[in-house]
């Protein structure tokens, strides 16, 4: 079993739908949650960064973490053709240097 | 803030020779830096961390006569593929960060193709 699992995509959905996209993992040392999202062919940008459970919103995105179930998601509202991308979650335990456990990514497209 | 250059961000070579790719953190000083491998529609690979003025930190499986990591100030790193060969050929990804709270910001990535 992997120590985080990510749902690989792809998933497709219309211009201005929400999206979820989620992360589970099964080590609970995890304290630290990111998700970057990922252009083709570039490096990834930082998007969310959270080490409590509960909800953190920025603009559109909101990321929820709940440490209890090991489940951490993000949230996109009025999905544009531009969050078109791969969807990369991260964690980090405390302690033990700054090395992030990826998941593999979620290969998102927003049709018009 | 937290903005991270790669250069080379593409380069092409004959094998069996060596390539640099240079990482800078540029509007703050890194406590360390890391270097990943990213092949077509996979996750990213670490393949060593590096601290200022240390040797860095390869992880099972890297060569690391193959991927010389030298990192000479608070700013910047670099990779060598010394002698690269085809199977080389891939997206390398450096990142920095800022502290032992903070996450990783990532350089923009480097193409390398090996004929």
């Known amino acids: 079993q992997k120590e985080v699992e990510q749902d690989p995509g792809p998933l497709s959905v219309p211009e201005g739908a929400i999206v979820s996209l989620n992360c589970t993992y099964s080590?609970?040392?995890?304290?630290?949650f990111m998700w970057y999202r990922q252009y083709s062919r570039k490096g990834p940008e930082l998007l969310m960064y959270?080490?409590?459970?509960g909800n953190k919103e920025d603009g559109r995105f909101t990321a929820q973490v709940d440490k209890s179930s090991k489940y951490i998601s993000l949230f996109i509202r009025d999905s544009q053709p531009s969050d078109s991308a791969t969807y990369l979650c991260a964690m980090r335990l405390t302690g033990g240097g700054n090395k992030l456990t990826f998941g593999t990514g979620t290969q998102l497209k927003v049709e018009l | 803030g937290a903005v991270v250059s790669q250069h080379p961000s593409w380069v092409i070579c004959k094998s069996g020779t060596s390539v640099k790719i240079e990482c800078r953190s540029l509007?703050?000083?890194?406590?360390?830096m890391f270097w990943y491998r990213q092949f077509p529609k996979q996750s990213l690979m670490l393949m060593a961390t590096?601290?200022?003025?240390?040797?860095?930190?390869?992880e099972q499986g890297v060569e690391k006569d193959k991927f010389l990591i030298n990192h000479a100030s608070l700013t910047l790193s670099t990779l060598t593929v010394t002698s690269a060969h085809p199977e080389d050929s891939s997206f390398y990804i450096c990142?920095?960060?800022?502290?032992?709270?903070?996450?990783?910001?990532f350089g923009p990535g480097t193409r390398l193709l090996v004929l």
């Open positions: 080590n609970s040392a995890f304290q630290y």
């Open positions: 509007d703050f000083q890194a406590t360390t």
């Open positions: 959270t080490y409590s459970s």
């Open positions: 590096s601290n200022e003025g240390s040797k860095a930190t390869y």
């Open positions: 990142s920095a960060d800022r502290g032992t709270q903070e996450t990783q910001y």
